[in-house]
């Protein structure tokens, strides 16, 4: 009978040095991914504000043109649209008188339950300097920019004019994504990167506001409460829940789902929550200028 | 020497007018023609070099994340690599390059291009503008270096 092989020694496992060979990768992926994150950040803010006074001077050319070309036009409608700007900035007077007022209001009604008193925010005036025809809707870069106190996060608003010669309604543009000293880039409410909290104005509900594309023009709000009742056309405002986010700024009104998508304007998300699609109530093709709402 | 500042000044000044196009809805690759034909006139690497370096830059002016032009106009200046000097003075080649010029730089939005009215025809104008220009770029670029008399000696090697 052949004698049995004796038994290999098992070789011990150093658990120690396992989780240090795979450690090691680990910690230079997280390495790499931060020194490109931190490259690329300061890259984009160096470019943008190299490249800014070209862009500057060819925006003074242009503006300089337009005022020339308004110039020209008949003194007739220049006095019309004098007169017609002449009424909107009055209505707009008694309007900003109103909300003093009001805001004198709130700031007595805090002081008095002892509630901390609320900052506000600072409107920067900017213009769009740059857009790409392949992300036209989806995002912009404005002549503002750190300098000016835009961060990160900040919305955007615009205005948008009534036919009749109204008062203009407010309406959210987006938010800033991108800063550097002099320049920042804005996501749309189209885009996929702008996210926001966002409530309707008639059923009062919550959600969350994402994006769907320039390809759709429309945005989805998830998580949504199901008991609600939604229908087309609802108003849909910012809820105050976002940071850097007032309450009440209108984003836009409940729309069909877009072409391609096989569901319902308004879906029951796995029976827990509900989805609505949006239509944006700014006019994205047609944006020239903007006001930055940033912190006090 | 002088065609590091060749480079450094066409890059800049294509750079600005393309993006102030571009701003005012109309997409014309200047960077990737002239970056095609300074590879073809000049020196491949270098304007490999220059295609990376203002590709990221142009992508991060218009406020991208990711730099698809800082991968896409250096592949424009490759071919070059493979092909011979003889090869590249044929007329149809110079064409179909240039019908392609635009079509490349347009790859990473290539699916609304492709699946809207008006962002085909845009492709095929980009397409078809592109096929006379860059003959015409090829050309100005050509008589602008012997003019200035940079050489591929000065380029560093590989100037067809």
């Given at each position: 009978m052949?004698?049995?092989k004796p038994a290999r020694p098992k070789k011990k496992v150093n658990v120690s040095r396992v989780v240090l060979f795979a450690a090691i990768p680990v910690v230079l992926g997280a390495l790499v991914l931060t020194g490109f994150f931190t490259f690329r950040r300061t890259l984009a803010r160096f470019s943008?504000?190299?490249?800014y006074p070209f862009f500057q001077a060819a925006k003074h050319v242009e503006l300089a043109a337009a005022r020339q070309s308004l110039?020209?036009?008949?003194?007739?409608?220049?006095?019309?649209?004098v007169e017609q700007l002449q009424r909107q900035n009055a209505l707009l007077a008694a309007q900003v008188q109103r909300l003093r007022e009001l805001d004198a209001d709130n700031e007595r009604l805090r002081q008095e339950l002892r509630m901390p008193r609320w900052s506000g925010y600072n409107e920067v005036y900017a213009e769009v300097i740059l857009r790409d025809p392949s992300t036209w809707s989806e995002q912009f870069v404005i002549s503002k920019g750190l300098n000016d106190g835009i961060e990160t996060g900040d919305l955007v608003l615009t205005f948008e004019f009534a036919p009749r010669g109204g008062t203009p309604t407010?309406?959210?543009?987006?938010?800033?994504?991108?800063?550097?000293?002099?320049?920042?880039?804005?996501?749309?409410?189209?885009?996929?990167?702008?996210?926001?909290?966002?409530?309707?104005?008639?059923?009062?509900?919550?959600?969350?506001?994402t994006g769907n594309g320039a390809s759709s023009m429309t945005a989805l709000i998830s998580r949504l409460p199901l008991k609600s009742k939604y229908g087309i056309g609802e108003m849909v405002l910012t809820s105050g829940f976002s940071e850097r986010t007032p309450r009440g700024i209108c984003v836009g009104y409940l729309t069909d789902a877009p072409v391609g998508v096989n569901r319902a304007a308004v879906v029951h998300d796995g029976g827990l929550y509900a989805e609505a699609w949006m239509r944006p109530a700014v006019s994205l093709d047609t944006i020239r200028f903007v006001v930055v709402l940033t912190g006090k | 020497m002088f065609?590091?500042?060749?480079?450094?000044?066409?890059?800049?000044?294509?750079?600005?007018?393309?993006?102030?196009?571009?701003?005012?809805?109309?997409?014309?690759?200047?960077?990737?023609?002239?970056?095609?034909?300074?590879?073809?006139?000049?020196?491949?690497?270098m304007a490999l070099g220059f295609a990376l370096v203002f590709g990221v830059a142009m992508d991060f002016v218009l406020g991208y994340v990711m730099p698809w032009d800082g991968i896409l106009l250096p592949v424009l200046t490759l071919p070059v690599f493979f092909l011979h000097?003889?090869?590249l003075n044929s007329d149809v080649l110079e064409f179909l390059a240039g019908a392609m010029i635009p079509s490349v730089v347009a790859l990473p939005h290539i699916w609304t291009s492709?699946?809207?009215?008006?962002?085909?025809?845009?492709?095929?104008?980009?397409?078809l503008f592109g096929a006379f220009l860059f003959p015409v770029t090829l050309a100005l670029v050509a008589r602008s270096v012997s003019r200035l008399q940079i050489g591929a000696a000065d380029a560093g090697k590989g100037g067809v």
């Open positions: 052949a004698p049995s943008l504000d190299f490249y110039a020209m036009q008949p003194r007739q409608k220049l006095a019309s649209a407010c309406v959210l543009a987006g938010r800033v994504i991108e800063t550097s000293a002099r320049t920042s880039v804005v996501a749309t409410v189209v885009n996929p990167a702008c996210r926001l909290s966002v409530s309707l104005a008639e059923s009062d509900a919550n959600g969350t506001l | 065609a590091f500042l060749y480079f450094t000044f066409w890059s800049i000044l294509l750079l600005v007018v393309e993006v102030l196009l571009r701003s005012a809805g109309l997409t014309v690759p200047l960077l990737g023609f002239f970056f095609a034909a300074a590879a073809v006139a000049v020196s491949p690497r000097g003889k090869q492709l699946t809207t009215p008006d962002g085909f025809a845009s492709l095929m104008m980009s397409c």
